[in-house]
């Protein structure tokens, strides 16, 4: 991926608000819509019959694998067509403000690929584990089907996500702020009893997992890691993985950067130190002010962003009961919190988290208010069980300056206008 543009293409996106007017009434605990609906004036849609209530539908035979409704066309991928250079090398967006619940559809999953997708028939495809190890060995698909299976869901993060927001608002939409994230519910064998099978040396300290793909990607893995949670994976919500997400057999490594997954699994070397390759030197590393760069930083930080409404999803129902919604995620762990403000950060009210929470997997919050048709600056701000608290974009920057592209976890602000038009801004 590209260093982000010193200049970006409209000026509208680098906006810098200051949010000096009082934005505080607005939140009420009704939770009454007021319906249109007025039988004196008859709404023909239920009234007359319609065609698709008079005439016969498709029959079984028509969908063999059932896609979306034809009306959900907007539900898609996107990329961002500057970014990078060469599809094949290049990243798409999950559609965030598309979807509720917790689960990323497997056709809405973000791609972020190297050397473009291996299409690797499972017959063909194998696992060897070398290196540090007492017996070296080759697993054919079938071999690796019958170690025992288990079910996680987990969230991805491409240590990119929210990259091209370091120096400004910049992407209008959380899409494609936020979009390099996606949550699946995995199926697979836990690593550390296939590394058993092949007898881990005394002086085992490092795994190298290597992709079958064009661009033979690797990373550097801890072996504490990947005796602790990590998976290799055949099936993602319920059916094989896609071959956009490393059909037949991928890494899973909960909570760590999206980069550590290797899809099309095809080998791990067990050594006793670091490789130091490219993804995790002159790639996935944080250059600071004073020229030294962090390295090695696994885990994806405490995180969250408001779905709906979003630059994408505008306000068109006009002021009054309105349901805000978002998604929040720690490296961690679960998330214990998040806080919903609607006056860019002045005020804060606790969000409504559905109880239907996983470790180290994406969290759903709802927060449903009463907007009077006054400017929102809308942000969250998410709290994981050990206490880290999602910072705003000025305390990272503090931290860290504003050179590097990788590791943004701080606060999004939508700007809500009078007419429900949101924008991507910065507050100060
Ligand atoms: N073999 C292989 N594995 C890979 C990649 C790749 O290009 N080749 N990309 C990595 C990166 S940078 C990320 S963020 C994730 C993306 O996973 P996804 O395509 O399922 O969203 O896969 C990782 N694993
Ligand atoms: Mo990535």
Known sequence: MKKPKDTIDSSRRRQLIKTGMAVTGGISASLVVASKANAATPDPLITEIQDWNRYLGDGVDARPYGLPSKFETDAVRRDVAWL??????????????????????????????????AEIAPSSHRLMINGLVNNPLVFTMEDLMRFPRENHLYFLECAANTGMEWRGAQLNGCQFTHGMVHNVMYSGVKLKHVLAEAGLKGNA?????????????????????????????????GEALRPEQGYPLRLVVPGWEGNMWVKWLRRIEVGDKPWHHREETSKYTDLLEDGTARRFTWEMEV??????????????????????????????????RVDVSIDGGRNWTTARLDPHSFSKSLHRFYFDFDWDGRELFLQSRAIDEFG??????????????????YHNNSIQTWHVKNDGVVENVEVS
Request: net charge positive; aromatic share 4%; proline share 8%.
């Open 205 to 237: 300290k490092w795994l190298l997992p290597e992709g079958a793909d064009a661009s033979h990607m690797t990373r550097s893995i801890p072996i504490e890691k990947g005796l602790d949670d990590c998976l290799i994976v055949t099936h993602m919500n």
């Open 84 to 117: 990078t250079a060469d599809p094949k090398a290049s990243v798409n967006f999950t559609p965030l403000h598309k979807l509720d619940g917790i689960i990323t559809p497997n056709g809405l999953c973000f791609e972020r690929h190297h050397g473009g997708v």
């Open 303 to 336: 995180k969250s962003v408001i779905t709906n409404p979003s630059p994408q999803a505008p306000i068109n129902h006009g002021r009054g009961q309105t349901v805000l919604t978002g998604i929040a995620w720690s490296g961690y762990g679960r998330v214990k």
């Open 388 to 405: 880290h608290v999602q910072p705003t974009k000025n305390q990272l920057r503090a931290a860290r300056g504003v050179n590097s592209i």
